[in-house]
């Protein structure tokens, strides 16, 4: 079976995980710490930054290939991989450490919400035979 649209979504986010994963490692490698944040604010936000990244990608990339492996609308693909990376973009310059109320925070999670819900809905059908 070949996967023509998630992808589209794989590539850049891939991307994005490498950048992040060299913000942490930049600020480890000057700190010579290996392990945690060493108290570090700004290590502990880019430690949360990547690690929220992983989360919510791992796990919609996951929905996507089942609902594609599946047959679903290639329309809804689109959608659901477009709300990840916008999520994704948004959601590590809103994840501050002095407020928990940043609205590109609000972006990242609503976008990554709303791209789970749409797949959960993608697989449903599926599953139904609707």
Known sequence: MTFAVTPLYALPLAVIFLILWFRVTSVRGAMNLSFGDGG?????????????????TCFVLILMILAEGMGAPALYLHISGALLLI??????????????????????????????????????VNIIGL
């Open 40 to 56: 570090n604010v700004l290590l502990l936000q880019r430690i949360r930054q990547h690690g929220n990244f992983v989360e919510w």
């Open 87 to 124: 999520g994704r973009i948004a959601h590590p310059f809103g994840l501050k450490t002095d407020t928990a109320a940043h609205p590109l925070r609000y972006v990242g999670n609503g976008t990554n919400i709303l791209a789970t819900l749409n797949l959960i809905v993608c697989l449903a």
